[in-house]
């Protein structure tokens, strides 16, 4: 009998162990684009588009790959985007940056031994927006909008998606596209009295990286 409890908790053990040993991780670096959508501000009779501008980003991830298909990673973007208000012949730029953090689930459409394994990404976290532009005294569409040097931290939501490459046993590189939704940041694009901004922004991020698996 004893035999027997030993021998079953031995599969057990090998079992898990050999769960575990299938969990692979993947770390990684990349870069790439950032460009975002615009949104209405309204004084009156006078509209301008508040925005932030094209820009770039830089980004480093740490995933795990949990089953055949399913994975998670959690994420750090930096991005560098300059503010921007716009309306009639006028444009006002302003220097911003941002961080955001977040946890994405992925699915792949191939196990995770494939050498090509296209993904979608859904997920969760948040985005700082950071003002690093000089304020000035009287400001151009002041009637709009004040561009200011200041901070708003935003919930965030990811979606996205892209395809992962092997290289040899261990090296990874992807490419990917994904969308950043989050409110509109008043305090950085701070609405004059009497004007009206609100609504979601989408940013639109396309980056290579390089990784590693283990």
Known sequence: MKGRILAASALLLLSVSERAAAQTWEVGV??????YTSKTV??????GDAKLGNGWMLTGY???NVS??????IRYAYQQNDLQLQSGGTTVNF???????????????????????PFVAFGAGFKGYQGTG???????LSNLAFLTRTNDWKPLISVGGGVKFRLGKNGMIRAEIK???TQV???LIAPAPGAKLSGWFHNFVAMFGVGWVF
């Not at 055949?68 to 990673?73: F, H, I, L, N």
């Open 42 to 47: 309204t004084a009156g009779r006078v509209t």
């Open 185 to 187: 940041p008043t305090n």
């Open 68 to 73: 055949e298909r399913w994975g998670g990673e």
């Open 95 to 117: 220097g911003a940056r941002s961080h955001a953090i977040h946890y994405d689930f992925l699915f792949h459409a191939t196990k995770r031994e494939a050498r090509v394994r």
């Open 30 to 35: 990349g870069g790439g684009g950032s460009f």
């Open 179 to 181: 969308d950043y939704i």
């Open 134 to 140: 000089r304020e000035v005294p009287v400001q151009p």
């Open 62 to 64: 740490l995933g795990n």
